[in-house]
T-cell receptor
Framework: DTAVSQTPKYLVTQMGNDKSIKCEQN?????MYWYKQDSKKFLKIMFS???????INETVPNRFSPKSPDKAHLNLHINSLELGDSAVYFC????????????????FGPGTRLTVL | QQQVKQSPQSLIVQKGGISIINCAYE??????FPWYQQFPGKGPALLIA?????SEKKEGRFTISFNKSAKQFSLHIMDSQPGDSATYFC?????????????FGTGTSLTVIP
C-alpha cells in the first residue's frame, strides 16, 4: 500500500547508456514531480507534470525526459548518461490545487540511487 | 536563483537542547510553508507546515515561527533528541493552474549528540 513507489532502488550503469526510472502513485494525485538530490543533499526540481502539462526546469539537460503513460505514473528517461548524472532521484506527487485537506503536501517516493561509471 | 534561502547548512546540538533552522523567501505569491524531514536513505516527508496568516504553529516539540513582513520563517525543535538527527528542508509553495509548485531550501543537516 505504498503511496509513491519507484523502481529500481539502485541503478548502476556505464557512461553513454540510456536508462529509465519508474514512478507510480496510488494517491489519486494529479501532479507528479521528479527531483534530483546531489551529494550535498540539494533537492533540485527537474519536472512537474499536471494533467498532461509539463513544466520543465530550464537547467535540466534535454537528455532527461519524463513520460506519463497515465495519471498514476511518471517515468524518467535518461539518454547518454554522464558521470554528473550520478545522484539520488526522487519522484513525488501532490493533490489537486484547492483540495480541502492538506492540499499542499507533497509525498515523496523512496528514491533511486543512480551511479554512472 | 534560489527562491528559498536556508541556514545553517549543518547544526550540531546536545540532547535536550533547542535546534533552530532559519529560512527566507522573496516571492509574495507563496502561500504555504512546509518543513520536510529526511532520514538517510529515505525520501523527504512532511513534518509541519504553516500558512502565512498565522505567526506560529506548534506540533509537539516542533514549532514554526513565521514573520510575514520580514519574509522569514524558522523551525524550532525543543528538547532535541538523537532520533531527530536528519536533514531538514524548508519549502514554499504556490498554486498556479499547472499544479502545486514547490521551492525547497538547500537543507540543514542536524546532528543531535546524546
Amino acid at each position: 500500500d505504498t503511496a509513491v513507489s519507484q523502481t529500481p532502488k539502485y541503478l548502476v550503469t556505464q557512461m553513454g547508456n540510456d536508462k529509465s526510472i519508474k514512478c507510480e502513485q496510488n494517491l489519486g494525485h494529479d501532479t507528479m514531480y521528479w527531483y534530483k538530490q546531489d551529494s550535498k543533499k540539494f533537492l533540485k526540481i527537474m519536472f512537474s507534470y499536471n494533467n498532461k502539462e509539463l513544466i520543465i526546469n530550464e537547467t535540466v539537460p534535454n537528455r532527461f525526459s519524463p513520460k506519463s503513460p497515465d495519471k498514476a505514473h511518471l517515468n524518467l528517461h535518461i539518454n547518454s548518461l554522464e558521470l554528473g548524472d550520478s545522484a539520488v532521484y526522487f519522484c513525488a506527487s501532490s493533490p489537486p490545487t484547492g483540495t480541502e485537506k492538506i492540499y499542499n503536501e507533497q509525498f515523496f517516493g523512496p528514491g533511486t540511487r543512480l551511479t554512472v561509471l | 536563483q534560489q527562491q528559498v534561502k536556508q541556514s545553517p547548512q549543518s547544526l550540531i546540538v546536545q540532547k535536550g537542547g533547542i535546534s533552530i533552522i532559519n529560512c527566507a523567501y522573496e516571492n509574495t505569491a507563496f502561500d504555504y510553508f512546509p518543513w520536510y524531514q529526511q532520514f538517510p536513505g529515505k525520501g523527504p516527508a512532511l513534518l509541519i507546515a504553516i500558512r502565512p496568516d498565522v505567526s506560529e504553529k506548534k506540533e509537539g516539540r516542533f514549532t514554526i515561527s513565521f514573520n510575514k513582513s520580514a519574509k522569514q520563517f524558522s523551525l524550532h525543535i525543543m528538547d532535541s533528541q538523537p532520533g531527530d538527527s536528519a536533514t531538514y528542508f524548508c519549502a514554499a509553495t504556490f498554486h498556479p493552474n499547472t499544479g502545486n509548485q514547490f521551492y525547497f531550501g538547500t537543507g540543514t543537516s542536524l546532528t543531535v549528540i546524546p
